[in-house]
Each structure stands twice: as C-alpha cells, then as structure tokens.
C-alpha cells in the first residue's frame, strides 16, 4: 500500500482544497428596455421588463 514519504504541509493542504470553494463573479446583462443592469433571465428590477414585454407593472417614482 503506498504511504506519503512526507507530511503534506498546512499551506499546500489548504492551497489544494481552495480552488473547491471558488467563487464566481455575478454575470450582469444591460436591460433591452432601460439600459440598467440586470441578472440574465430575469425581470429588470428598474422597469420591470423582460424579452420585450412588461412582466413587473412598476409605477414611476415622485
């Protein structure tokens, strides 16, 4: 049975099990409508519009 020859060290360990918890930066996509950013496959959170159409009725702020 094979057996390490030498101890594996804090920081290599560590630096090993890092890249599972790697995180992705959040893709954003201007809205067709407004221009704002938006997530991809939803409702713009400004206007409320998705793929061309009106899903969120938002009422203009005063």
Same mark, same amino acid.
């Given at each position: 049975?094979?057996?390490? $020859? ?5 920081? *290599?360990? /560590?630096?090993?099990?890092? #890249?599972?918890? *790697?995180?992705?930066?959040? #893709?954003?996509?201007?809205?067709? /409508? ?16 998705? $793929? ?5 009725? *938002?009422?203009? *702020?005063?």
């Amino acid at each position: 049975m094979a057996v390490p $020859k030498r101890r594996t060290t804090r920081s *290599k360990r /560590n630096m090993r099990r890092a #890249n599972h918890d *790697k995180v992705t930066p959040v #893709n954003l996509v201007a809205c067709a /409508n407004c221009g704002e950013p938006s997530l991809p496959h939803r409702a713009c959170a400004s206007c409320g519009h998705y $793929k061309g159409r009106e899903i969120v009725a *938002k009422t203009p *702020k005063s």
